[in-house]
């Protein structure tokens, strides 16, 4: 079912259709520019990434060369391990506890019809559970180290105090909120 008959289907709800249909800009594939959305709830912060291929491995189809599978198994291990990719303020006391990665064309997750038009993306969420979330001041976000392809990350942050965007750009990847 395509995303307009899912719409047509819960009419009532078009609120969130509509909300989904706003938020289609954020998903451009722009490569360079990677999508961070971070919720900070009350036992957990999660992280949503959604990036072009591109500023991972450097490609965006299956790995064709030896070269290229490992490319994209270590780039695959460093998003698993997001407890370096992601150092959260230790006031909040957090501890990774999970992390689910979709990349299709590496042979991870479902296939987005549409999307094999020569581009692909990989997605990732990745939740630490945390003793006082909202003790976080700071979050350094570790990604342009990690690949050299990332020139730009988009950050949302749903936190209790309010809603917050903010734009990293490299070097710096320390990411603060709020007035505190
Ligand atoms: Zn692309």
Redesign the pocket.
Known sequence: MNRFFLCAAVAPLLALCMLHAQAQPRHA?V?GQLKLDVAIDVRAITFHVDS?L?NIVGF?RAPRTEAERKTAQQALAQLRSAGKLFTIDPAAGCALAQVDLDAPALGLGDAVPGQAQG??DVEGNIVFECRSPVQARYIDVALFEAFPGVRQIDVQIAAPDGQFQRTLKRPSGRLTWGSK
């Open positions: 594939h490569h072009p591109d965006e581009h692909g």
